[in-house]
């Protein structure tokens, strides 16, 4: 079955630790997202990536890294500089210009600093 | 920015009863797109809206877009205890490479 796939499921991080968290998808999809959730609240873009080896901002990128450097990964990584990182990390994908088919969320990777 | 607003953020029912979440957004979209959240869970595409006035239909759910393209709304006829969950909308930006997520409705249901 196709799928997003994130990993770990939970992440523990010092302070002052980075820490990558992995996105793998096989839907062939072009586009993909991360987004930081945290409790009881909704979903905020932390950068978004249409292409290989190209990716954009979103509203919360400060403290945050990303690639793209194959069209299946978009790893992410939380640096030092994140100063609230403890959240739940989703990570979507969709096919580009095709109307009608919205994101498919992994199952996501809940970080805790301690 | 762009920002989506959904009312109420909480609403609890009793078995039985409808549910209405309200969705707002500052700019005219494209589309509106629906997804609903089980707790622990991650959020799940229900549909998209794109016409102006559309109303669609899944089983118990009713889903309408504003006629001025900026508010929507999805209405659930006599809810079920599998109904729990978080429902958000999300608009997408005017280049449509992204989406704005509003802040979600919980919905509780007592059986």
């Known amino acids: 079955d196709g799928g997003i796939t994130q990993s770990p499921k939970y992440l523990f991080r010092k302070e002052g630790q980075n820490v990558t968290l992995s996105c793998e998808q096989n839907l062939n999809h072009d586009a993909m997202y991360w987004y930081r959730q945290d409790p009881g609240q909704g979903l905020r873009l932390i950068y978004y990536?249409?292409?290989?080896?190209?990716?954009q901002k979103g509203d919360i990128a400060e403290g945050y890294s990303v690639s793209r450097e194959k069209k299946e990964s978009f790893p992410l990584t939380v640096t030092s500089a994140q100063k609230n990182p403890t959240a739940f990390y989703l990570c979507?994908?969709?096919?580009?210009?095709?109307?009608?088919?919205?994101?498919?969320f992994g199952s996501g990777t809940r970080l805790t600093v301690v | 920015g762009q920002q989506v607003m959904q009312i109420p953020q909480y609403q609890h029912v009793q078995e039985g009863e409808d549910f209405t979440t309200y969705c707002n957004s500052s700019?005219?979209?494209?589309?509106i797109q629906w997804y609903k959240q089980r707790p622990g869970g991650h959020p799940v595409f229900l549909i998209q809206?794109?016409?102006?006035?559309e109303v669609k239909k899944q089983k118990r759910l009713t889903f309408q877009f504003g006629e001025a393209k900026k508010n929507s709304s999805l209405h659930i006829t006599a809810t079920q205890t599998t109904d729990v969950g978080t429902y958000f909308c999300a608009g997408p930006d005017n280049a449509g490479n992204m989406l704005t997520f509003g802040g979600g409705t919980r919905l509780m249901v007592k059986p």
């Open positions: 809206l794109v016409k102006s006035g």
């Open positions: 979507a994908s969709r096919v580009q210009d095709r109307g009608g088919y919205g994101y498919t």
């Open positions: 990536s249409q292409i290989v080896n190209d990716f």
């Open positions: 700019t005219t979209l494209s589309n």
